[in-house]
Nanobody, 126 residues
Framework: RVQLVESGGGSVQAGGSLTLACVASEYIYSDYYMAWFRQTPGKEREGVAAIRIATALTSYADSVKGRFTISRDYAKNALYLRMNSLKPEDTAMYYC???????????????????WGQGIQVTVSS
């Protein structure tokens, strides 16, 4: 069973930057997709950014386009999310996920991801 461990969260003022990291306990095969999701209390988990391992093709939620960048370090078996120009509405618990989603059209939906990290808090103050 693959374990995903997130790091890099914390508190930052609006306009600031953070980089989240997610390290997998086992090799993530090329037919997998990996993604970052976020969730706030009382709301559904929201897909933020995703990447197809085989091609490095990416997808972003409209709310983060131009501000967030997802990337993967194959040698370190790690996934990153660089977050710039952070806004208070970016405050959430962020989760790393991996799974055989199958198509880029569904990469920002939780269904299809069978491995999840424990989550890490990001707080943006105004």
């Amino acid at each position: 069973r693959v374990q995903l461990v997130e790091s890099g969260g914390g508190s930052v003022q609006a306009g600031g930057s953070l980089t989240l990291a997610c390290v997998a306990s086992e090799y993530i095969y090329s037919d997998y997709y990996m993604a970052w999701f976020r969730q706030t209390p009382g709301k559904e988990r929201e897909g933020v950014a995703a990447i197809r391992i085989a091609t490095a093709l990416t997808s972003y939620a409209d709310s983060v386009k131009g501000r967030f960048t997802i990337s993967r370090d194959y040698a370190k078996n790690a996934l990153y999310l660089r977050m710039n120009s952070l806004k208070p509405e970016d405050t959430a618990m962020y989760y790393c996920a991996a799974g055989l989603v199958g198509t880029m059209t569904r990469v920002l939906r939780p269904l299809g991801y069978n491995y999840w990290g424990q989550g890490i808090q990001v707080t943006v103050s105004s």
